[in-house]
C-alpha cells in the first residue's frame, strides 16, 4: 500500500528557512507527480508547488513564487519543499500528495495523499 509521511514542520521565524520531507513507499517519484499543498482552518486546500514525474514541468503558486522549491531524491524516494524568507501568511499545515498518471497541479486530481505537517512562522 501506498504511504508518504510528511515531516519537518515546525517553528520558524520570518525570513528564516525550513525544509519539509515527504518520504514515500508504494510508489516511487520516478514515476508520479509530486505536490505540496497548505491549509488554513476555514480554508480551502490549495496547492503550494508540484513537479511532474520526470522532472521538466514545475509550478508554484504566485504567493511562493521565488522564495520555495520543490524537489525529489528518486534515489531516497523522498520529496521536498525547501521555504526561504517565510512569512507569517505562511503559516499552515502542508500536506504531501502523489499523483500516478496526467501531471496535474488541481488538489481533486492527486491519488493519494500524507498527514498534514504543522508550519508556524513566528514575526
Known amino acids: 500500500q501506498v504511504q508518504l509521511v510528511a515531516s519537518g514542520g515546525g517553528l520558524v521565524q520570518a525570513g528564516g528557512s525550513l525544509r519539509l520531507s515527504c518520504a514515500a513507499s508504494?510508489?516511487?517519484?520516478?514515476?508520479?507527480?509530486m505536490g505540496w499543498f497548505r491549509q488554513a482552518p476555514g480554508k480551502e486546500r490549495d496547492v503550494v508547488a508540484s513537479i511532474s514525474w520526470s522532472g521538466t514541468s514545475t509550478y508554484y503558486a504566485d504567493s511562493v513564487k521565488g522564495r520555495f522549491t520543490i524537489s525529489r531524491d528518486t534515489a531516497k524516494n523522498t520529496g521536498y519543499l525547501q521555504m526561504n524568507s517565510p512569512k507569517p501568511e505562511d503559516a499552515r499545515v502542508y500536506y504531501c500528495?502523489?499523483?500516478?498518471?496526467?501531471?496535474?497541479?488541481?488538489?481533486?486530481?492527486?491519488?493519494?495523499w500524507g498527514q498534514g505537517t504543522q508550519v508556524t512562522v513566528s514575526s
Open positions: 508504494g510508489l516511487s517519484f520516478r514515476s508520479y507527480t
Open positions: 500528495a502523489a499523483k500516478s498518471s496526467i501531471y496535474s497541479i488541481r488538489t481533486g486530481d492527486y491519488n493519494y
